[in-house]
């Protein structure tokens, strides 16, 4: 469904991505792993259209597909929620989760399908309850995590990116999105999960790619990887250390 191809970017001097070519299948938790500064974010922000490639490219369903355009992205089924958590602090949790999808001015969505459409989608991420009329920047990070969470959610994608985002989560609602995640790709989306934590990654994965300083080192089935072998991709230098002391 997703490919990229021989994908590189650079910022100055840093070679943040280097040549990665990867495949996608539709209905696969696809993990990418590495260690920090390995790429992972770079990644996420191409397949996004943050920011665009300076070589290579990604391809939708066979056709390219690339370039700075974020709202290309989002019309095409891609949301993202990205690494650093984004809420617009002074505007309440439902404005937070319909953000960019209902129009403030001009509203897609009565004041009733508002309310239940960020009712559920929060509802997906927790079994807790969160206050649709709180202001999102007091909110503590774990549920602002899931007011962003929401707001991917909401627009029902085809491709969900997830950058590091079960760090902020309560034990509880990380086995609520684990779940979530299951079930979406069993449904056909494809999830691009990031994550540094080897429990979550072989528990959830069906293909991890692991990246080392910006470079694609191998891409394989969760039933070939270990946490070993994964840990000897990602940073040989440390599995030499232990084995020498
Ligand atoms: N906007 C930027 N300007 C300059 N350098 C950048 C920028 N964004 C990323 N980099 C550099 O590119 C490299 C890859 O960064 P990236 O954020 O993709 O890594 P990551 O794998 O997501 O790391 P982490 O695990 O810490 O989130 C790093 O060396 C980083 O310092
Ligand atoms: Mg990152």
Redesign the pocket.
């Known amino acids: 469904m997703l490919e990229i191809v021989n994908l590189s970017?650079?910022?100055?001097e840093?070679?943040?991505?280097d040549g990665a070519t990867v495949s996608f299948a539709a209905g696969t938790v696809h993990t990418?792993m590495?260690?920090?500064?390995?790429?992972?974010?770079?990644?996420?922000?191409l397949l996004s259209g943050i920011?665009a490639p300076d070589r290579g490219e990604v391809r939708l369903d066979g056709a390219r597909f690339d370039g700075r355009n974020p709202p290309a992205f989002q019309r095409h089924g891609f949301a993202t929620v990205f690494?650093e958590v984004l809420v617009a602090p002074d505007r309440t949790v439902t404005d937070n989760v319909l953000l960019g999808y209902d129009g403030i001015i001009h509203r897609r969505l009565p004041r009733r399908a508002r309310r239940d459409t960020v009712r559920e989608a929060l509802a997906l991420c927790t079994p807790g309850t969160v206050d649709p009329d709180a202001e999102a920047g007091h909110l503590p990070l774990a549920t602002q995590q899931l007011v962003v969470l929401a707001r991917a959610l909401v627009r029902k994608p085809r491709i969900l990116i997830l950058?590091?985002v079960t760090a902020a989560l309560d034990f509880t609602d990380r086995e609520t999105v684990f779940t979530l995640i299951e079930r979406l790709a069993r449904e056909g989306c494809l999830i691009l999960f990031?994550s540094?934590r080897m429990d979550e990654v072989m528990r959830l994965s069906h293909r991890i790619t692991v990246?080392r300083s910006?470079k694609m080192v191998e891409t394989l089935d969760r039933a070939d990887a270990t946490p070993e072998l994964l840990l000897s991709r990602m940073a040989p230098e440390i599995l030499a250390e232990r084995a020498h002391g």
């Open positions: 970017k650079r910022y100055g840093t070679v943040a991505l990418i590495g260690e920090n500064g390995s790429g992972k974010s770079t990644l996420v922000k920011v690494q950058d590091e990031i540094h990246l910006g």
